[in-house]
């Protein structure tokens, strides 16, 4: 069973650090106003400089200016401004802050890799006195997509909401599932609106609008014609409902995948992390799938941590284009499993190739968010020491720190890359010479 969720959920004045200020700063540091305490309050506030590759990816927010160049923006240069002045007069603690700030400003959302490596345990041989040497697989494929109908889904990205580009990705991914899959749609937040008075009535509501049959395209279409976006978010609600209805799809005859698409965070009071742990524990054994879109820092926190505890996926798309990649790798592999009986060589170099080209991509992807991250960070201390805010020593120092933390993460990616590349190229190569090896035993 394929189970996919989709969920839908100052600027402050520059303060002015004049010759009298600079002259008037003791031993103990410059003096402060009330919005520089306000502004001391928030470095005190922001997590550690992450010491791996893997802290860097459980790094509690996204940055504010995540994801974008810095150059000249205004809104960037007003937040530096307000920077606090440090010099070699500075105490450790003050410095350690405000690096810890200014990473948090710039941070960009790393994830550790998810690839279908753990497919290679899959590739089971019949007994000897089978029929044939075939791949044994599971007997049933089952798709359920769950669909966050909630109010937020009615924001727009470019000319269309992002629920016309929900649907229009989740008709595209049916299409292409192999024809013996079966698939139920599932809607929830469609009911009443975001009001208070409606929340009751939102929060109770779940719909199955596509019971589970195999795809037929033109009563999916009017499926998802039937709802739009309306009011709150009852993810828990929802999960546990999928629970209930599909105890009878045992992973042990089926293959189970959970999709968890999202852009916000629960809204109803139920416990989505709790549901998630409890559906992956049970018999129905879901490969668990969770995506962000368009998420908050809020909404964030929280599907990782389901992804985390039902020892799931999680990925973070910010476009129609990330989310119909994500797709597209439940039908690659799809396409993999249904073909397993035509060419077993053919299906071992397929797995083979799908994990090469994904983990080539999650490799390539975070190189480009460390080397943005740390070009912003090298762009943003230039422009303090530039204004005279860190002094020259304090300035080498942030430097140096922060070239120490992308050597060090941007090296544990690499590592982590070349250890699943050579695993993956080590279970191809076994698996194929088992093969050759069983052939060879049979014709002789």
Same mark, same amino acid.
């Given at each position: 069973m394929l189970i996919c969720l989709l969920a839908a959920c100052s600027e402050e004045e520059p303060v002015a650090e004049n010759e009298k200020q600079q002259e008037e700063m003791s031993v103990e540091g410059p003096a402060v106003s009330e919005q520089e305490d306000e502004k001391v309050e928030d470095l005190k506030d922001s997590a550690p400089i992450p010491q791996s590759f893997s802290e860097s990816t459980a790094y509690p927010q996204r940055g504010k200016f995540a994801g974008e160049t810095f150059t000249d923006q205004q809104e960037i240069m007003e937040v530096l401004d307000n920077f606090p002045v440090l010099t070699e007069n500075s105490s450790e603690q003050e410095k350690k802050e405000a690096k810890q700030y200014l990473l948090s400003l710039f941070k960009e959302d790393l994830s550790m890799v998810d690839v279908p490596i753990d497919q290679w345990e899959s590739m089971q041989f019949k007994d000897p006195d089978g029929e044939s040497d075939s791949l044994a697989l599971k007997e049933n494929y089952n798709v359920v997509i769950l669909l966050d109908s909630s109010g937020s889904m009615a924001n727009y990205e470019n000319d269309k909401t992002r629920m016309q580009l929900a649907k229009e990705s989740i008709q595209a991914f049916v299409e292409s599932l192999p024809k013996e899959a079966t698939v139920s749609l599932r809607v929830y937040g469609h009911? @009443?609106?975001?009001?208070?008075?409606?929340?009751?009535?939102? !929060?109770?509501?779940?719909?199955?609008?596509?019971?589970?049959?195999?795809?037929?395209?033109?009563?999916?279409?009017?499926?998802?014609?039937?709802?739009?976006?309306?009011?709150?978010?009852?993810? @828990?609600?929802?999960?546990?409902?999928?629970?209930?209805?599909?105890?009878?799809?045992? @992973?042990?005859?089926?293959?189970?995948?959970?999709?968890?698409?999202?852009?916000?965070?629960?809204? !109803?009071?139920?416990?989505?992390?709790?549901?998630?742990?409890?559906?992956?524990?049970?018999?129905?054994?879901?490969?668990?799938?969770?995506?962000?879109?368009?998420?908050?820092?809020?909404?964030?926190?929280?599907?990782?941590?389901?992804?985390?505890?039902?020892?799931?996926?999680?990925?973070?798309?910010?476009?129609?284009?990330?989310?119909?990649?994500?797709?597209?790798?439940?039908?690659?592999?799809?396409?993999?499993?249904?073909?397993?009986?035509?060419?077993?060589?053919?299906?071992?170099?397929? /797995?083979?190739?799908?994990?090469?080209?994904?983990?080539?991509?999650?490799?390539?992807?975070?190189?480009?968010?460390?080397?943005?991250?740390?070009?912003?960070?090298?762009?943003?201390?230039?422009?303090?020491?530039?204004?005279?805010?860190?002094? @020259?020593?304090?300035? /080498?120092?942030?430097?140096?720190?922060?070239?120490?933390?992308?050597?060090?993460?941007?090296?544990?990616?690499?590592?982590?890359?070349?250890?699943?590349d050579s695993l993956n190229r080590d279970s191809f190569l076994d698996n194929w010479k088992n093969v050759t090896d069983r052939f060879l035993e049979n014709v002789h």
């Open positions: 009911v @009443g609106t975001g009001s208070e008075e409606d929340k009751a009535k939102s !929060c109770s509501t779940v719909e199955e609008v596509y019971p589970r049959s195999t795809y037929e395209s033109s009563k999916f279409s009017e499926s998802l014609n039937k709802f739009d976006p309306a009011g709150w978010t009852p993810t @828990g609600l929802a999960i546990k409902q999928v629970e209930e209805d599909f105890k009878q799809y045992s @992973g042990e005859q089926n293959t189970n995948i959970l999709y968890i698409v999202s852009d916000g965070v629960e809204t !109803c009071d139920t416990d989505p992390v709790g549901a998630i742990e409890s559906l992956a524990d049970s018999a129905i054994q879901p490969v668990v799938n969770i995506i962000g879109y368009h998420v908050d820092n809020e909404g964030l926190e929280q599907l990782k941590e389901m992804a985390e505890v039902s020892n799931g996926k999680y990925v973070n798309a910010v476009n129609q284009e990330q989310l119909n990649a994500e797709f597209k790798q439940t039908v690659d592999m799809a396409k993999i499993w249904s073909d397993w009986d035509s060419d077993t060589k053919e299906t071992l170099n397929q /797995l083979f190739q799908t994990i090469q080209t994904q983990l080539n991509d999650w490799h390539k992807q975070q190189q480009a968010l460390i080397n943005l991250e740390h070009k912003n960070l090298q762009a943003a201390t230039n422009y303090l020491h530039q204004k005279e805010i860190l002094s @020259g020593d304090v300035f /080498l120092e942030f430097d140096r720190d922060y070239r120490d933390y992308f050597l060090t993460v941007d090296s544990d990616a690499r590592d982590l890359f070349l250890e699943l």
